[in-house]
């Protein structure tokens, strides 16, 4: 997805309008200048389009022990974002520090639109004159705190991004590379190709920007995609750690299937479980690979412990295949291709309605249902599998305020067990379960 740079002095209202663009309460607001001094990024979806809004340090006038930092900071926003929304305080006018600011950005070259904020009246709008001061042609008056003119300003900047659909064959595979830096994403890509395709090196950081190659595999055709490494956020000391990290974020986007490369000697890290709970929560296909096994000691049976380990330590990606590789020298990456086409097909298999139906009844038949405090029980009317990719299903219940989350758990273990008898367990996909109220009939 596109990239827009929310920039400015500090104190101006950046982080309230990132908060009313994404929707909810991400970055910190205070009235003392200088709170947001990384970055932080959310999405926005506006009209059918979407896009990442990263809200940047203020640019500060006068030199202090940080100030140095975030103007880098915001540089490098520059370069990478696809829009940028200078921001200004209405009350204040344009001041010395607006205008370095605007400088930034005309020597960017990036498309931008003046934000004049806290113009929360009618009768403020001519303070919205001085932004043209900066010599922008698009200037809005806003209110991050009002919401006012938000909608205008929105429809701007859905103006200025770029088209990003792509065209692709129904046919073709996407598959997202993704792992924690040095764990061997590179390697694989290369191993894969059958081609130095990608850059290697033992300096964690060595990929910035996705890689897209294109292959035939097991009579497939894939698109695989290289990903630079993401690190906990207090690790991200460079500017381009960072928009890596935003990147890859859009790279699961616009995949079918991730792999997530995790180290045999350190998985499940912390990293890994958010990488992890991405592509879940994009309901993208999901293989766990484990790189350098060869580097393993063969006693006492590992990968017995280690699939033991995984499932202990990640209990939510209980429905992902795990597979132990080497891309150093090849061993166990040939059956990657056969696991990423079946989460692929797995990911677009639909249960017939009266086939689900029916064989939800014999299973709920047997289960005590729940109950809320007033004793009254669930009641499960119907069911039918609204969508694929991911495998989408809708119950239609009598109260779905009973329904809690051990009886959704269960509901998607049943899920499977279903999938599997009609040709497909689901493996390697999320599932989707949604509870719709149905008034009983007297």
């Given at each position: 997805?596109?990239?827009?740079?929310?920039?400015?002095?500090?104190?101006?209202?950046?982080?309230s309008l990132?908060?009313?663009?994404?929707g909810?309460?991400?970055?910190i607001?205070d009235?003392?200048p200088?709170v947001?001094?990384?970055r932080?990024?959310?999405?926005?979806?506006?009209?059918g389009?979407?896009?990442?809004?990263?809200?940047?340090?203020?640019?500060l006038?006068?030199?202090?022990s940080?100030?140095a930092?975030?103007e880098?900071?915001?540089k490098?926003?520059?370069?990478?974002?696809d829009?940028?929304v200078m921001v200004i305080?209405?009350?204040?006018?344009?001041t010395?520090?607006d205008?370095?600011v605007?400088?930034?950005?005309r020597r960017?070259g990036?498309?931008v639109?003046?934000?004049?904020?806290?113009?929360?009246?009618?009768?403020?709008?001519?303070r919205?004159?001085?932004?043209?001061?900066l010599?922008f042609?698009?200037?809005?008056g806003?209110?991050?705190?009002?919401?006012?003119?938000?909608?205008?300003?929105?429809d701007?900047?859905?103006?200025?991004?770029?088209?990003?659909?792509?065209?692709?064959?129904?046919?073709e595979i996407r598959?997202?590379?993704?792992?924690?830096?040095?764990?061997?994403?590179?390697?694989?890509?290369?191993r894969?190709?059958?081609?130095?395709?990608a850059?290697?090196s033992?300096i964690?950081g060595?990929?910035r920007?996705?890689?897209?190659?294109?292959?035939?595999?097991?009579?497939?055709?894939?698109r695989l995609i290289d990903?630079?490494?993401l690190?906990?956020?207090?690790?991200?000391?460079?500017?381009?750690?960072?928009?890596?990290?935003v990147?890859?974020?859009?790279a699961?986007?616009?995949s079918?299937?991730?792999i997530?490369?995790?180290e045999a000697?350190?998985?499940?890290?912390?990293i890994?479980k958010k990488i992890a709970?991405?592509?879940?929560?994009?309901?993208?296909?999901l293989?766990?690979?484990?790189?350098?096994w060869?580097?393993?000691s063969?006693?006492?049976?590992p990968?017995d412990?280690m699939?033991?380990k995984i499932r202990?330590?990640?209990?939510f990606?209980?429905?992902?295949?795990?597979l132990?590789?080497?891309a150093?020298?090849?061993?166990?990456?040939?059956?990657?291709?056969?696991a990423?086409v079946?989460?692929?097909?797995?990911?677009?298999?639909?249960?017939p309605?009266n086939?689900?139906?029916?064989?939800?009844r014999?299973?709920?038949?047997?289960?005590?249902?729940?109950s809320?405090?007033r004793?009254?029980?669930?009641?499960?009317?119907?069911?039918?599998?609204?969508?694929?990719?991911?495998?989408?299903?809708?119950?239609?219940v009598?109260?779905?305020?009973?329904?809690?989350s051990a009886?959704e758990?269960h509901?998607?273990?049943e899920?499977?067990?279903l999938?599997?008898?009609?040709?497909s367990?689901?493996?390697?996909?999320?599932?989707r379960v949604?509870?719709?109220?149905?008034?009983e009939?007297?």
């Amino acid at each position: 997805m596109p990239i827009v740079a929310l920039v400015g002095r500090p104190n101006v209202g950046k982080s309230s309008l990132f908060n009313r663009m994404v929707g909810r309460r991400e970055a910190i607001v205070d009235d003392r200048p200088g709170v947001t001094r990384d970055r932080h990024y959310g999405e926005v979806e506006w009209n059918g389009r979407a896009f990442y809004a990263v809200d940047t340090g203020g640019i500060l006038g006068e030199q202090t022990s940080f100030s140095a930092g975030i103007e880098e900071h915001v540089k490098q926003a520059l370069s990478e974002c696809d829009a940028a929304v200078m921001v200004i305080d209405g009350m204040t006018g344009v001041t010395a520090a607006d205008e370095a600011v605007a400088l930034l950005l005309r020597r960017s070259g990036c498309s931008v639109v003046v934000a004049v904020n806290k113009v929360d009246d009618p009768k403020h709008e001519p303070r919205t004159v001085d932004g043209y001061a900066l010599g922008f042609g698009d200037v809005i008056g806003i209110s991050a705190l009002h919401k006012r003119n938000l909608d205008e300003l929105l429809d701007r900047i859905t103006e200025l991004l770029p088209e990003t659909e792509e065209r692709r064959d129904e046919d073709e595979i996407r598959v997202a590379i993704v792992g924690r830096p040095n764990v061997g994403k590179s390697s694989l890509l290369n191993r894969l190709a059958k081609q130095e395709r990608a850059l290697v090196s033992p300096i964690a950081g060595t990929t910035r920007d996705p890689v897209d190659t294109s292959i035939v595999l097991e009579g497939r055709n894939f698109r695989l995609i290289d990903t630079a490494g993401l690190r906990k956020k207090t690790r991200m000391d460079s500017d381009v750690e960072y928009y890596s990290f935003v990147r890859t974020l859009a790279a699961v986007d616009r995949s079918d299937v991730a792999i997530l490369l995790m180290e045999a000697e350190e998985p499940c890290t912390d990293i890994d479980k958010k990488i992890a709970a991405h592509v879940v929560e994009k309901g993208r296909g999901l293989i766990l690979v484990l790189n350098k096994w060869d580097l393993l000691s063969k006693k006492d049976r590992p990968g017995d412990r280690m699939i033991e380990k995984i499932r202990d330590e990640m209990p939510f990606l209980a429905w992902a295949p795990i597979l132990f590789v080497s891309a150093l020298n090849g061993r166990g990456v040939g059956k990657i291709a056969e696991a990423a086409v079946r989460v692929f097909e797995n990911r677009r298999h639909r249960i017939p309605t009266n086939a689900l139906n029916r064989l939800m009844r014999d299973i709920l038949a047997f289960d005590r249902l729940p109950s809320n405090k007033r004793g009254k029980a669930l009641k499960v009317y119907y069911c039918l599998q609204s969508d694929t990719e991911p495998p989408t299903f809708v119950f239609f219940v009598n109260d779905p305020e009973i329904a809690d989350s051990a009886f959704e758990n269960h509901i998607h273990k049943e899920l499977r067990v279903l999938g599997a008898a009609s040709s497909s367990d689901f493996s390697g996909s999320p599932l989707r379960v949604y509870w719709r109220g149905k008034a009983e009939k007297d």
